[in-house]
Nanobody
Framework: QVQLVESGGGLVQAGGSLRLSCAAS????????MGWFRQAPGKEREFLAA????????RYADSVKGRFTISRDNAKNMTFLQMNSLKPEDTAVYYC??????????????WGQGTQVTVSS
C-alpha cells in the first residue's frame, strides 16, 4: 500500500493556472504508475492523466489534453499536475492515485484524500 497526500489546490480565475503536487510514501515509488482524477459535485470520478513508473509514457483524457501536464520526480517521490487555461468546469476535488499502468484509468489501487480546485468565471 502507498500513502498519497495532495497539495496545491485553491481558488483561481478562469484562464489561470495551478500546480497540484502529490507526495507518496510507503512503497517503492518508482515501481508503479501515478495519475490524477477529479470529481465534481453530482458527477462520477473522472480520469485525467497518468504517467508510467519511468515517466516515459503519459496518457491524458481528451477533456484536459493540451491544457494539463503530468510529471513525476522519482528521486523525491512526487507527482505533479500542471493545469493551465483553467475553466469553470474544471472545478472539482482532484485526487492523486497510484496503480498498475495497464488498468490505471479504470482501477488504481491507492488514493489520496483529495484537494479542492475552484475556478471562478
Amino acid at each position: 500500500q502507498v500513502q498519497l497526500v495532495e497539495s496545491g489546490g485553491g481558488l483561481v480565475q478562469a484562464g489561470g493556472s495551478l500546480r497540484l503536487s502529490c507526495a507518496a510514501s510507503g512503497r517503492t515509488f518508482s515501481s508503479f504508475a501515478m495519475g490524477w482524477f477529479r470529481q465534481a459535485p453530482g458527477k462520477e470520478r473522472e480520469f485525467l492523466a497518468a504517467v508510467s513508473w519511468s515517466g516515459g509514457t503519459k496518457r491524458y483524457a481528451d477533456s484536459v489534453k493540451g491544457r494539463f501536464t503530468i510529471s513525476r520526480d522519482n528521486a523525491k517521490n512526487m507527482t505533479f499536475l500542471q493545469m493551465n487555461s483553467l475553466k469553470p468546469e474544471d472545478t472539482a476535488v482532484y485526487y492523486c492515485a497510484a496503480g498498475v499502468w495497464v488498468r490505471f484509468a479504470s482501477s488504481p489501487t491507492d488514493w489520496g484524500q483529495g484537494t479542492q480546485v475552484t475556478v471562478s468565471s
